[in-house]
Nanobody
């Protein structure tokens, strides 16, 4: 069955960095685009970044442009989200999404 498993979340100080990973299985990963979403407490889930199936095109929310980078490795069915210059407002549960499936999420907390 289709599975998306996120990892790499944690507690980081403002200005710090984290790299999230999403491991995909159960489908032809290289044929689908993948997105990262996030949801803060009391807020709606929002799109953070998206990458096409080939990895040739990426899009970002305005709030993370220039700080976050999405990438993928089709050889190992992985998608990454490199997050730099983290801010308290980046605190949220981050979810991987592809082919109408969601991962379980990984918590990112930015706090001093």
């Amino acid at each position: 069955q289709v599975q998306l498993v996120e990892s790499g979340g944690g507690l980081v100080q403002p200005g710090g960095s984290l790299r999230l990973s999403c491991a995909a299985s159960g489908f032809t990963f290289s044929g689908y685009g993948v997105s990262w979403y996030r949801q803060a407490p009391g807020e709606e889930r929002e799109l953070v970044a998206r990458i096409t199936a080939s990895g040739g095109r990426t899009t970002y929310a305005d709030s993370v442009k220039g700080r976050f980078t999405i990438s993928r490795g089709n050889a190992n069915n992985m998608v990454y989200l490199q997050m730099n210059s983290l801010r308290p407002e980046d605190t949220a549960v981050y979810y991987c999404y592809s082919r109408n499936y969601w991962g379980q999420g990984t918590q990112v907390t930015v706090s001093s």
